[in-house]
């Protein structure tokens, strides 16, 4: 099966308990680029990441990565695709009974040989690219909604992923400090060449770190292209959610 | 009959989930990673910290057990015997069955409640982006933890009821310490002991699989946490007595 695409979603279906909640979802994502999917909260956004990762699996389509199909894989062998992958969490979910330095330090300790020494100076720098530096010793509960945000990037980077998926990176944050993560997303793609995406339902940030971005809706992509193509859309749902609330 | 077919479906879903999460559990204990240090942690979360409860709740049923049979059996003319009685009951019966809805009510809601909270705040699904098996790391360990530790619980519970007794014994009863020792290792045999030790284990197993089960199935926020901590030990006290139902009528007479 040859695919071209980096990342490909082919005719996904998946419903809760007879609750449909993909409905055909057909994506194509380039590597390297930042692709952001715009949409209603409870249109599916995070259960699409999570379907990337293998942590739910779509009732029909296939989902591929790099040339190779995910879906139908071994948890073993996604074990090792998801070291390719980083997420950062809606809600951060940082482990909250580990110390901001474990939390970041969590995957190497787990699965790498690396002596403490590495470790700790992996963890430091990861907390020093996100503005962090010197948090190691607090607890996640310590921590502001943004602080927890960058903590959560930085565990997701532990593993120098080549793919970061941010679900709704900047919801529930004040517009400042919304502002600095978007910054840092952008930094974040700039200096690592990432493969990002970033699924969100505010527009502004949505806009201001992608490259392309994708509007969804029951389940489907409905539009998908350059900021100015979204924009100009002719699609109704689209146009109605891009005019915001009246 | 919808409804009642629903409910049946429900009910062999859960049966379903908590058989799998048994298997799991159990079949990876004996995998690799073994994490160590999280089981001992849990040990001492589970163990040592129950150990106060443990002492007070078999103390008092030792001292109430003796006040009881003293009587009764006074009645009968048949006071001397009342250690023998005792320490058989408490060590088949009353002490695994005691302890373990104890533990239940302690460490089973405490499992489902820390583990359903990672579940809603999306914890468990970032253990397993990390590449790491949540049902090794978080069920696998209490698992262990909790079989290891009951059977030790009960054991020092079992000794606690025996020395409440022995108290009410020679206090009120008018039966002399050496008699009240010689008599109870005089009828307590090795199979009750072993009897009395396998339904620890066993219990171990089913609160550990409920509760953890219950715990990662939470969806619901909050409210579904406290929903299914309720939950948990509601199932885990009805499964204990079924099980010791059970359990009794297969060692009973056989060991
Ligand atoms: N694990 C789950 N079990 C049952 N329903 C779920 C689960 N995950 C998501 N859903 C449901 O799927 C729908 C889409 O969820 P989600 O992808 O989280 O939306 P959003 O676009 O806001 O991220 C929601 O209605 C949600 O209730
Ligand atoms: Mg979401």
New binding site residues.
Partial sequence: MEQDNYIFFQDIYKS??D?P?LQGLNLAIERGETLVIL????????????ILLGL?YPDSGRVFLDGEEITGMSEKKLVEVRKKIGMLF?GSALFDSLTVGENVAFALAEHSDKTAAEIDEIVSNNLKFVEMEGTANLMPSELSGGMKKRVALARAMAYQPDILLY??PTTGLDPITATTINALIRKTQREYGVTSIV?T?ELDSGFSVADRAAV?ENGRILEIGTIDAIKKSTHEFVRTFLAGPK | MKAHFHWFLDFLHHVHGITEMFGRSLALSFIKPFYLRETVEQMYHIGFKSLSIVLMTSTFTGLVLAMQFGHEMSVFGAKMYTSSVLVVSLVRELGPVIISLVVAGRVGAGITAELGSMAVTEQIDAMRALGTNPYKKLAATRFLALSITLPLLVAIGDLCGMLGGWLVSVTSLGISSDYYWSNAAHYLFFSDIFAGLLKPFIFAMTIASISCYLGFSV?GGTKGVGEATTRSVVVSSILIFILDFLITKVTLGAI
Avoid: A, I, N, P
């Fill in positions: 809760f308990s609750k909640v949409g209603r909260s409870g249109c599916g956004k995070s259960v699409t990441l999570k739910l809606q679900d709704e699924v339902h969804m | 969806t």
